[in-house]
């Protein structure tokens, strides 16, 4: 979802810089502003503009990126330290590949967009609210930390909030509706 609803977002942090964010943000109020006084323009017309931009993008993240996403439900982002990094190394090759886990060491290009396409994911939780905004309520993007020796990292609703309104950004729990 964040490569497709957060691409547009993902390259203009990339390509302008973090600086450059309160003018964009300031001009996508004001076309939504515009937008808002003409009833015959649709709701949320900066992002469904925005969105169709950025499916004419090329594509922006790396292919052993994708090739992670596609094998694998979850990722973990290690930043390892000049002092650190053969230690890391040894131990992560002596744990991986697994039956359910795999790494690979970023290039310095990968890892600036691996993290910056985690800023991405917020943005496209955002984006799909307001593209479909008939049909989807409010939504809350949220980015959790996991305790330093957690080993359950699965998303767990309660099996009130499963019957509500309420939607996980992880498959192994059923949309609500």
């Given at each position: 979802?964040?490569?497709?609803?957060?691409?547009?977002?993902?390259?203009?942090?990339?390509r302008f810089g973090t600086d450059r964010l309160p003018l964009f943000f300031a001009l996508k109020n004001r076309l939504d502003r515009l937008g808002s006084r003409w009833r015959w323009l649709p709701a949320h017309l900066s992002d469904r503009l925005l969105q169709g931009i950025s499916r004419r993008l090329p594509q922006h993240l790396p292919s052993r990126m994708r090739t992670w996403r596609d094998r694998f439900e979850h990722h973990l982002i290690l930043k390892v330290a000049d002092d650190g990094i053969e230690e890391a190394r040894e131990l992560?090759?002596?744990?991986?590949?697994?039956?359910?886990?795999?790494?690979?060491?970023c290039t310095q290009r990968e890892a600036q967009k691996?993290?910056?396409h985690r800023f991405?994911?917020?943005g496209a939780a955002l984006r799909y609210r307001a593209i479909h905004s008939d049909s989807v309520g409010e939504i809350i993007a949220l980015d959790i930390a996991l305790r330093r020796n957690d080993r359950d990292w699965l998303e767990r609703l309660r099996a009130k909030a499963r019957g509500g309104p309420y939607r996980s950004g992880t498959p192994d729990v059923a949309p609500a509706g």
């Open positions: 979802v964040a490569a497709t609803l957060g691409k547009d977002g993902f390259v203009a942090i990339d992560l090759s002596s744990i991986f590949p697994s039956a359910t886990g795999d790494l690979f060491e691996a993290f910056l991405a994911v917020a």
